[in-house]
């Protein structure tokens, strides 16, 4: 079988049910989990009904490019969100329907990598979202971390990147609103890196799936795209970003997402896709249409998110080195002991489960950046989250 399948290392949550599986929690406790990413707010009904109306539309075959109807519903939201020029961000050749961002970040690098180029390089922020490293080991890359740390606001720093890593460059993975310390690129950085990838000739893949998780309504995360209107860069060249109705409708399940930019790139991935066969079923893209035309559940789901920060910071405030992020829903603490112990310890005496640091992250330069950390996903209800929170602060104050 093919050997670099032996390169893959197993998923966070592996680790993490062996790390729980080693201790005995209270049995009179309720179970918290704020380990997994996954939304937990009610999905909107209208989509949900829009599904179930075009069910009958399952006795056709679904194209790879997707219904005319999704990919204008997706450029016009596109355009309006991030303020892009007036017919640059067109529905037929700038716009790909994915089933999720997960199988489209994947596939991509596969369609990316030129295997025929020296020693190919993915550069991936880190910690990181494990499908970037999965992607490059098994498109024949080699992974090269750059660390996120509070002392560069969690934001890689690319200036520092030696030009000879640049030059072995093919695809730069980022994350803005970054899983999972929910840091967000500022235009400028965006644009730094347009400029590098220019000059070292590489594709910019801007994973943006929690860009609609925000807290200030007037001052929405830039994306990708964005920056590269801002330059008047209305072919979006290299530019490739990747969006998903999980986080900002709560329909993980749907499957749905879309990859959009650079038309020349997206071109040749339709291409790939077609082979993949991983076609949307029409039933869900009709969903789609219905979730990307509405912006009243999304605000409301802000708000959700909003109000479960504000009650789980005020509890935590004094207890943990935590801070409000910029976005997501992610809260990403200093561990005042070793991120593991934290959540084995934590586990063992609250039955609140959280995500040590380091499964999120590789060690580089003699450095694990998530060792002394844990990740906090604030998906379950309020009363929850604020229950999680007291008993995190128990904790904290018995070590
Ligand atoms: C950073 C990041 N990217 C992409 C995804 C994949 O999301 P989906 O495949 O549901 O669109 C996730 C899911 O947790 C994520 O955290």
């Known amino acids: 079988m093919n050997p670099d399948l032996n390169l893959l290392h197993p998923y966070p949550f592996e680790k993490l049910a062996a790390l729980k599986a080693a201790v005995t929690p209270p049995a009179e406790l309720k179970d918290i989990m704020l380990s997994i990413g996954e939304p937990k707010h009610e999905p909107p009904r209208f989509v949900l009904d829009t599904l179930v109306k075009n069910l009958s539309k399952l006795s056709n075959y679904p194209t790879t490019k997707g219904i005319p109807e999704l990919r204008e519903a997706i450029a016009t939201w596109a355009t309006n969100r991030f303020k892009l020029a007036a017919n640059t961000f067109t529905a037929d050749k700038h716009v790909l329907p994915v089933n999720g961002t997960r199988e489209a970040?994947?596939?991509?690098?596969?369609?990316?990598?030129?295997?025929?180029?020296?020693?190919?390089?993915?550069v991936s922020p880190n910690p990181f979202y494990q499908i970037y490293e999965g992607a490059a080991l098994l498109s024949g890359a080699e992974p090269y971390f750059l660390h996120c740390t509070p002392q560069n606001n969690f934001i890689p720093d690319f200036a520092a990147v030696p030009a000879k890593i640049w030059e072995r460059?093919?695809?730069?993975?980022?994350?803005?609103?970054?899983?999972?310390?929910?840091?967000?690129?500022?235009s400028g950085q965006l644009k730094e890196l347009i400029a590098l990838a220019d000059k070292y000739d590489f594709v910019i893949a801007s994973d943006e799936c929690y860009s609609e998780l925000y807290f200030d309504e007037q001052n929405p995360p830039v994306g990708l795209l964005q920056a590269c209107a801002e330059l008047g860069r209305n072919d979006f060249a290299r530019c490739v970003v990747f969006h998903s109705l999980s986080k900002r409708s709560n329909l993980p399940g749907l499957r749905s997402g879309f990859v959009g930019g650079d038309a020349k790139i997206l071109e040749k991935f339709l291409l790939y896709r077609t082979y993949h066969?991983?076609?949307?079923?029409?039933?869900?893209?009709?969903a789609s249409v219905a979730a990307w035309q509405d912006e009243t559940h999304v605000i409301e789901n802000r708000k959700a998110y909003a109000e479960k920060f504000d009650a789980v910071l005020k509890i935590l405030d004094g207890v943990l080195d935590v801070t409000k992020p910029d976005a997501s829903f992610y809260l990403w603490p200093k561990t005042p002991i070793n991120g593991e112990a934290f959540a084995q310890k934590l586990f063992e005496t609250q039955k609140v489960t959280v995500l040590p640091g380091s499964?999120?992250?590789?060690?580089?330069?003699g450095?694990?950046?998530?060792?002394?950390y844990v990740r906090l996903a604030l998906v379950a209800p309020l009363e929850e989250c604020i229950d999680a929170a007291e008993r995190i602060k128990n904790f904290v104050q018995s070590l």
């Open 105 to 122: 970040l994947f596939a991509f690098a596969q369609a990316i990598v030129d295997r025929t180029e020296p020693n190919p390089l993915i």
């Open 367 to 372: 450095f694990n950046p998530g060792e002394n």
């Open 169 to 186: 460059t093919q695809l730069l993975f980022i994350c803005s609103p970054g899983n999972p310390t929910g840091a967000v690129m500022s």
């Open 277 to 286: 066969g991983c076609a949307m079923p029409v039933p869900t893209q009709l």
């Open 359 to 365: 499964y999120l992250a590789r060690e580089a330069n």
